[in-house]
């Protein structure tokens, strides 16, 4: 395991990149260096074609992501401006973590709140245990919250739930949170590893060229219509069906045996 942080961890293991936020003692809450580095991390591996899975964990037993670290906030959100550099540091990782083309996977035990649960619902599977608690508590402190957030989680568990999270402030359970559409799977504390393992297989070992067309399509389609690029998307869907891999899945589903794909 190599430290890019004394907060951040990263792990790389066959296809498979991990990335652990690592402040347990706090549940590891986020301060802006622990922001500035997952961006860092998540922007690096979009650019290595060695990558093909990225995971998201929280260090320890107790939580994902418990939201920002309090104990920086006289260092780091002092006043306006620092507010502001700090804000730029989260919106950093966010649009690093959104555009990455690359599946990215939230591996949640435990606490997933406020900035975590911004974090969990930028991945594309949450994959959960059902020790896990969610909530954004930001009715209960007083703060706005963006309208890129709000859009976010309403996209995915629609406005009812949207607003029943937002004005209730409480704390939901990880059935609550698998009814709501808002977690993937949910499975005991003990499975967890394995049921991430099962995924980061599946997906590593299906097309890449694929599976970065449908990503970039759904980075797309989550844009105003304006803003689109719909005509990548189209480039992307052609470069699969001229690729090696195209041919490569055709001949072994003729063949009766599992493809090998290259990602060219």
């Known amino acids: 395991m190599t430290t890019v942080t004394d907060r951040i961890l990263t792990h790389r293991e066959g296809a ?3 990335i652990t936020f690592n ?3 706090r549940l590891n809450a986020m301060s802006k260096d ?3 580095a997952a961006a860092d991390l998540l922007n690096a591996a979009g650019e290595d074609d060695t990558v093909r899975v990225v995971i998201l964990t929280g260090a320890g037993d107790r939580a994902f992501v418990a939201g920002a670290d309090i104990s920086k ?6 006043n306006f ?3 502001l550099d700090y804000g730029r540091a989260v919106e950093a990782m966010h649009v690093a973590l959104k555009n990455l083309r690359k599946p990215t996977i939230a591996r949640v035990n435990g606490y997933c709140i406020g900035g975590g649960l911004a974090i969990a619902i930028d991945c594309d599977l949450r ?4 020790k896990s608690t969610f909530a954004v508590p930001a009715a209960k402190l007083g703060l706005g919250y963006a309208a890129s957030g709000v859009r976010t989680l309403r996209e995915l568990v629609g406005p009812a739930f949207t607003a029943e999270i937002f004005y209730t402030a409480r704390q939901f359970t990880a059935e609550d ?3 709501m559409g808002l977690v993937n799977r949910v499975v005991p504390e003990a499975e967890l590893d394995g049921l991430v393992a099962q995924y980061v297989e599946t997906i590593a070992n299906n097309a890449p060229l694929t599976i970065a067309a449908v990503k970039q399509t759904i980075i797309e389609l989550g844009k105003p219509d304006a803003g689109q690029d719909l005509e990548l998307c189209r480039e992307l869907v052609e470069t699969c069906f001229s690729s090696e891999d195209y041919q490569e899945g055709r001949l072994a589903f003729m063949e009766k045996r599992k493809p090998r794909f290259q990602g060219r």
């Open 16 to 18: 498979c990149l991990t």
């Open 23 to 25: 402040n347990p003692d």
């Open 34 to 36: 622990m922001w500035l």
């Open 73 to 78: 906030f006289a260092d780091e959100r002092a």
């Open 81 to 83: 401006e620092a507010q």
């Open 127 to 130: 994959l959960v245990s059902d």
């Open 177 to 179: 949170a698998r009814i």
